[in-house]
């Protein structure tokens, strides 16, 4: 097997970037490497989640740690702890800056799903493009570092063993040469017999299992191609579904109407007899249709789908077929419209390596479309010490860069580190969405110019608090000391596009939702068929993107006071009326993008704080509640941890040990709180964020890094993802406020 250089084979591998684009690659051409056995070996037990020591320690290799009397203190900072803080958070920006790319993004790993490296390895193998060995080296050894001590895999790298985890990791493990006899896929598949079978995999891995050839089709739901000709009218319509959901249920349907499949190698056969607890030949496809193990099972079918299930397998018994036809012709017309309008990157990776096969089937693999998809699969892969994984996204570019940029303002060190802000400044402003996608309404889009993106322009969905926030971040940097530098060409007219997309982007009950307005009626989610993901059929509202929207839409007007003020001051109220009702019995947010109610309650806590608006008895009761809450989870040692639990049993679950991240949220809101508290609870407010500033600066490393701990990012309630910048970002930020809010003068 080729390979990976000496010194632990990690300075192999270099990341490459361009205009935010990323993509791995060996540093030595020469292909005399070979990937020792102690390369890229990986305690899981010790932490699942990686450090990003590939990247980091690359890009940190020359860095000078400054002396504490090169840090320049204020002066009108006496207060020695303050000093203490600002020393801290100065270190952080700092060590952070050295992994800024040169094009002003901050690369970093996105990964932790753990089923969405098997989809790209089952679609290499149905469509047989060279990928390089090196990659499926490091493939291998990824997916084997996050193997479980029972033998299986989980959704997610913290997650308990799944069927849809370890099913697809065997699959792909098989084909990727490791041997049926190895002890590591004896253990697996005696954890995938022990718990039912293949059979018993949900459907997105039955889908996988069938394009693989080791499923049979007759063993699916009808995904019914027909529903996107259907009067686009109907509650049901899949064009109102939540984008990522149509957008991966899109080449399903066209794979489903084509029954796509490759070609039934004898590995292929090799798997028909090792996944299942029977022969092949005997299964009875039509009950495993809905079987689902146990493991798996985090949204159970609903009695309305089953019924409509039913009635569609009976149509596809007398379809018509000409019907059929002019269907799967338009999903093929919509598969390229998405390819084209986000230059094939695709909004995310399930549908990016499924796209991939449609294309490949349709078009051939010397088309221009299939070669094209397979030189962005690179676009999807990171590299850290646990191996080579596929990321969530193409990437967090913007979404990382918004938030490490007002980290750094907060505290006033754009002052002493210009050229890191310039550069981010830049990536921001050229990752504004500036033209229309093609018949964007024909394709179900909502309208883009004047929006941001969550990774790149390239990608180009704009969403509704990546928006807001490169829209606040932009006009942050007009009252900063680099406003000189940091331009638009346009400025006005672009600023004033994102406010009135963001407007546009508003719900009736005040919230906004992540791409685009809520289409559909909520009883739509009776009819998600995934099993394992909650809240996947509609965009719904959500408490940290109404917040991105309130505080984007609040600064927007600070600056351009005379713009549709009168229908932004609405927006923002109804806004905030939104999040009110959001507030849980005992004070908390619930969050639905990162882990989860320390995250929500800091998104809620900031918009209703915002500047400009009148506080109100409900804001100050809510704001009293939210502390109320926070104060009541800080742990003994001054911090907050909070586990990924909470994101799927919607309570609050404490970690076994504080976290910087959680720790960093909980301070934010405390210190949005403060300056509207009272009495007792504003003394308890005091010491809580003091305690909890001192643990964060105890956990800094001597080099200004904090350690990776445990997983922060989350979707769809059950399954985690990670966010490698938050334990930069977030501590940085919270110094900085401390430091904002505690100067003193001399």
């Keep these: 097997m080729p390979a990976i250089a000496k010194k632990s084979g990690l300075n192999g591998w270099k990341l490459n970037t361009e205009a935010g684009r990323q993509w791995w690659a060996l540093v030595d051409k020469t292909g005399n490497y070979t990937l020792s056995e102690d390369a890229f070996k990986y305690n899981k037990a010790t932490n699942p989640n990686s450090g990003d020591r590939v990247y980091r320690a690359q890009m940190i290799e020359n860095m000078v740690i400054p002396e504490l009397w090169e840090i320049p203190y204020p002066d009108d900072m006496s207060d020695i702890f303050a000093r203490k803080v600002f020393q801290s958070a100065y270190r952080g920006v700092h060590f952070y800056k050295h992994l800024q790319s040169a094009g002003g993004h901050w690369p970093g790993d996105y990964g932790g799903p753990m089923f969405l490296l098997p989809g790209l390895v089952i679609a290499s193998h149905i469509t047989q493009p060279p990928l390089p060995e090196t990659h499926l080296a490091l493939m291998c050894r990824y997916m084997l570092n996050h193997q479980n001590s029972d033998g299986g895999w989980g959704l997610h790298l913290e997650g308990a063993s799944t069927m849809f985890g370890t099913v697809l990791q065997y699959a792909a493990l098989r084909l990727l040469g490791t041997p049926a006899n190895d002890i590591r896929m004896v253990s697996a598949r005696s954890w995938i017999h022990n718990n039912g079978g293949a059979t018993t995999v949900p459907s997105w891995g039955k889908?996988?299992?069938?394009?693989?050839?080791?499923?049979?089709?007759?063993?699916?739901?009808?995904?019914?191609?027909?529903?996107?000709?259907?009067?686009r009218s109907l509650p049901f319509h899949p064009g109102r579904y939540w984008c990522h959901a149509r957008m991966v249920y899109l080449p399903m349907a066209y794979c489903y109407g084509h029954r796509v499949t490759g070609p039934v190698t004898p590995l292929v056969e090799e798997l028909r007899n090792e996944l299942y607890t029977q022969p092949y030949n005997t299964i009875n496809w039509a009950e495993a249709r809905n079987a689902c193990a146990t493991a798996d099972l985090y949204y159970p079918q609903s009695a309305m789908l089953k019924g409509m299930n039913r009635m569609l397998n009976v149509y596809e018994k007398i379809k018509l077929k000409g019907l059929r036809k002019k269907a799967l012709d338009f999903c093929l017309e919509y598969i390229d419209a998405e390819d084209e309008h986000t230059n094939y990157i695709d909004i995310g990776p399930v549908n990016q390596v499924m796209n991939s096969v449609c294309v490949y089937h349709a078009y051939g693999k010397d088309s221009v479309q299939f070669k094209k998809h397979v030189e962005r699969w690179n676009d999807y892969l990171w590299v850290?010490?646990?191996?080579?994984?596929?990321?969530?996204?193409?990437?967090?570019?913007?979404?990382?860069?918004?938030?490490a940029t007002q980290a750094i303002i907060e505290g006033g060190f754009e002052k002493h580190f210009p050229d890191t802000v310039e550069r981010a400044f830049n990536f921001i402003d050229n990752s504004q969405v500036r033209e229309e996608v093609r018949d964007h309404h024909n394709f179900f889009r909502h309208d883009s110019v004047g929006g941001w993106p969550f990774s790149t322009a390239a990608h180009g969905w704009p969403i509704t608090d990546c928006s807001a926030e490169g829209l606040k971040t932009t006009l942050l940097l007009k009252n900063s000391s680099v406003a000189a530098t940091c331009k638009m060409h346009d400025?006005?007219?672009?600023?004033?596009?994102?406010?009135?997309?963001?407007?546009?982007?508003?719900?009736?009950?005040?919230?906004?939702?992540?791409?685009?307005?809520?289409?559909?009626?909520?009883?739509?989610e009776l009819l998600n068929p995934s099993e394992i993901f909650g809240n996947i059929m509609i965009d719904y509202p959500y408490t940290e993107c109404t917040s991105a929207c309130?505080?984007?839409?609040?600064?927007?007007?600070?600056?351009?006071?005379?713009?549709?003020?009168?229908?932004?001051?609405?927006?923002?109220?109804?806004?905030?009326?939104?999040?009110?009702?959001?507030?849980?019995?005992?004070?908390?947010?619930?969050?639905?993008?990162?882990?989860?109610?320390?995250?929500?309650?800091?998104?809620?806590?900031?918009?209703?704080?915002?500047?400009?608006?009148?506080?109100?008895?409900?804001?100050?009761?809510?704001?009293?509640?939210?502390?109320?809450?926070?104060?009541?989870?800080?742990?003994?040692?001054?911090?907050?941890?909070?586990?990924?639990?909470?994101?799927?049993?919607?309570?609050?679950?404490?970690?076994?040990?504080?976290?910087?991240?959680?720790?960093?949220?909980?301070?934010?809101?405390?210190?949005?709180?403060?300056?509207?508290?009272?009495?007792?609870?504003?003394?308890?407010?005091?010491?809580?964020?003091?305690?909890?500033?001192?643990?964060?600066?105890?956990?800094?490393?001597?080099?200004?890094?904090?350690?990776?701990?445990?997983?922060?990012?989350?979707?769809?309630?059950?399954?985690?993802?990670?966010?490698?910048?938050?334990?930069?970002?977030?501590?940085?930020?919270?110094?900085?406020?401390?430091?904002?809010?505690?100067?003193?003068?001399?």
């Design 491 to 524: 400025e006005a007219l672009r600023l004033k596009q994102s406010a009135d997309l963001l407007l546009s982007m508003q719900n009736q009950n005040g919230g906004w939702a992540s791409y685009e307005l809520t289409r559909a009626p909520k009883w739509l």
């Design 550 to 746: 309130i505080q984007g839409l609040a600064e927007f007007s600070k600056h351009y006071p005379d713009y549709r003020r009168n229908e932004i001051d609405t927006a923002i109220d109804k806004g905030l009326k939104f999040i009110l009702s959001q507030q849980g019995d005992d004070g908390s947010w619930y969050g639905s993008w990162a882990v989860c109610f320390t995250y929500g309650t800091w998104f809620a806590t900031e918009a209703l704080t915002t500047g400009n608006r009148q506080l109100t008895t409900e804001i100050q009761s809510a704001l009293n509640k939210a502390a109320e809450f926070l104060l009541s989870k800080q742990n003994a040692d001054g911090g907050w941890g909070e586990s990924f639990e909470s994101c799927i049993q919607k309570r609050y679950i404490p970690h076994t040990t504080s976290q910087v991240v959680n720790t960093s949220w909980a301070v934010l809101s405390l210190m949005a709180i403060r300056e509207f508290a009272v009495g007792s609870q504003q003394s308890a407010i005091n010491t809580a964020i003091q305690k909890g500033v001192e643990l964060i600066i105890q956990r800094q490393q001597a080099n200004g890094d904090w350690e990776q701990e445990s997983i922060s990012g989350v979707f769809n309630h059950n399954c985690m993802i990670s966010y490698t910048s938050y334990r930069n970002v977030f501590p940085v930020w919270a110094l900085g406020r401390y430091v904002k809010q505690n100067k003193t003068t001399s």
């Design 384 to 403: 850290a010490e646990d191996g080579m994984k596929m990321q969530g996204y193409n990437g967090s570019q913007l979404w990382d860069t918004v938030f």
């Design 207 to 231: 889908i996988f299992l069938r394009l693989l050839g080791a499923f049979d089709w007759e063993g699916n739901i009808s995904l019914l191609p027909v529903m996107w000709l259907m009067p």
